[in-house]
């Protein structure tokens, strides 16, 4: 992320960002050294980069700065999130779908606290375990007690799908 994307994310003037770049900057150097050192580098020799725990590759031809810095973030999370899901499964745990960088499990009701518990444990051991131990993530937990997720971002498009199929809601 450069400073104008800043500006816009964080909602103050050029100025401001710039300083709070240079501070990021400055407090993250280390982390600022190895962008330099090994991401650069690979997009500058064109070099594919490769998430260590599972091999996961991308081809650094003709890609942005900021697209390659954000392959280890990215491709980390993603990462994590297929090693919880294989965890979950073998567990015995009902996986509907995975909603950005979270599962949504069913279960039983009476089931439904022991089966978040363990989608919990396991997802923060498949984080541990793809960090090498270096940090184990937190995982925030949200029960949904009715038929169906709802998300307010599909709201429109539900209602014309229903409309379509001619469904009832």
């Not at 400073?3 to 407090?27: F, I, K, M, N, S």
């Not at 073998?90 to 009476?110: K, Q, S, W």
């Not at 949200?142 to 169906?148: A, E, L, M, P, S």
Request: charged share 25%; net charge negative.
């Amino acid at each position: 992320m450069g400073v104008t994307t800043l500006c816009y994310y964080v909602g103050v003037d050029y100025g401001r960002a710039e300083e709070l770049y240079e501070v990021h900057h400055q407090v993250f150097k280390r982390y600022w050294r190895w962008q330099e050192d090994e991401v650069l580098e690979h997009q500058r020799q064109e070099i594919p980069m490769q998430i260590p725990y599972d091999g996961w590759m991308f081809n650094t031809v003709g890609v942005k700065q900021g697209t390659c810095f954000n392959f280890f973030m990215q491709g980390g999370g993603a990462t994590m999130l297929r090693a919880a899901i294989r965890a979950v499964h073998d567990a015995g745990i009902t996986i509907h779908a995975p909603v950005h960088d979270a599962l949504l499990i069913g279960a039983p009701a009476r089931d439904i606290q022991d089966a978040v518990a363990t989608t919990s444990r396991l997802m923060s051991d498949a984080g541990e375990r793809v960090l090498e131990g270096v940090l184990r993530p937190r995982v925030d937990v949200k029960i949904i007690h009715n038929d169906r997720y709802r998300d307010k971002r599909g709201v429109s498009l539900w209602k014309t799908i229903v409309e379509l199929l001619d469904l009832e809601d």
